[in-house]
């Protein structure tokens, strides 16, 4: 496993509100979107194993949205309030 990941793993709860941790996923990228949609999660974010975090997020990532997500609206809401405990 990556430095990177070790650390993100240790401060980034395994499931939160808010997002869901996951280690690499290399295959079955159809059957993991499979699964986000069956549970009502917002969508994947994808890139290569060895991109740095960035605050921005770079070209290279891709975010592959759920279409039927159910929160669409109001989720801006919903994180807001996640960002003032922060």
Do not use: T
């Not at 509100?17 to 280690?23: A, E, H, M, V, Y």
């Not at 996923?25 to 499979?34: K, M, N, P, S, T």
């Amino acid at each position: 496993m990556l430095e990177r990941k070790k650390r993100l793993r240790k401060v980034v709860p395994k499931r939160s509100g808010s997002g869901l941790f996951l280690d690499h996923i290399e295959e079955h990228g159809i059957a993991l979107f499979d699964l986000v949609q069956a549970a009502d999660l917002e969508g994947i974010v994808a890139k290569p194993k060895a991109s740095a975090y960035q605050e921005k997020r770079p070209p290279a990532w891709v975010k592959i949205k759920n279409a039927s997500y159910s929160q669409k609206e109001g989720r801006h809401e919903m994180f807001e309030g996640f960002r003032k405990k922060l």
